[in-house]
């Protein structure tokens, strides 16, 4: 979705928490591109291993095919797709070479959690989370029934009611 966004504006009008609704613009005729969903290894990339990664590349190549004279890569890579029955295993091979590069040459990116271990002070709980979640979610309710305005006000006194 967020790729059909267009242009975005900044309203006046405030909503029911003081804030300001922001409207978006979007086309559906805008063309996507690719579609970048990745949940995998992600690795912090820099010159100094960008440059160690051609050096480990080559090495972990010679290791997985058994490579010991220097050859033209290109040269061996062809001839042996031409004479392998099994690719599958070539293309194994070739990949388990260039994650087993990627982890020598580049630092992984770890992955941000949150968790309440984590907290920012020391007086917060786990009640405090579930109130905040409970509060959040009847506000979220309140906002998004826009039809009928009797169960509009109706959220909206109970989340008032909560809210204090």
Known sequence: ???LLHTWQCNRQENFSDQR???FCIEKHRIILQDFDYNGVKYITSEKGFQLFETNFMKEIKNNFRIWETLDIDKFFS???TLELDIEKVVGKYQDSLVAANKNSFKIRQQRHKTIEHKSVSWWTEELTT????INAMRRRYQ???????LRESRKLLYLQKRR
């Open 1 to 3: 979705m967020i790729k």
């Open 21 to 23: 609704y922001i409207t």
């Open 79 to 81: 001839e042996i797709l």
């Open 131 to 134: 109130m905040r979640k409970k």
């Open 144 to 150: 998004r029934t826009r039809l009928d305005n009797n």
